[in-house]
């Protein structure tokens, strides 16, 4: 009975491990991640529905001290776009990075995988002092 499991498995194994099928996960599900300066949320990063929402933190709408991001000038705007945005896109690694070069080796699948590799390797950017969070 194993080996009849086993040979099913071979026979559909490019089916079952499509490009598609792969990310499947993440195509279904919401993915939140918290934009914190220091110990405060600036504002919340979602993967919806094959669409990337961002909207500011309530207390980031009422606090003076820190400005808008650039890429997201009006404080009381809901963002959407079927693409991550450059500010946060930034944070994942070129793929010639040892650390990103050596997951991708390991899961080529996942190589147009945004949300995981951001999941993976975005906390932290050389870009900007800010730190994401996944929820």
Known sequence: ????????FNKNKSN??????????????IHRFSLKYQNSVIGELLF????????????????????PLLEFPIVGNKYKNKELWPFFSNRIPSFKQPKIK???????????????LLELFGEY????PFKLETK
């Open 1 to 8: 009975m194993i080996s009849t499991i086993l040979n099913i």
């Open 125 to 128: 950017s050389v870009n900007n």
């Open 102 to 116: 050596n997951y991708i080796e390991k899961h080529p699948s996942e190589r147009t995988n945004t949300v995981k």
């Open 16 to 29: 079952d491990f499509s490009k598609d099928n792969c990310i499947i996960e993440h195509k279904e599900t």
């Open 48 to 67: 919806e529905n094959e669409e990337w929402l961002f909207e500011y933190s309530v207390w980031f709408k009422n606090q003076n001290e820190l400005q």
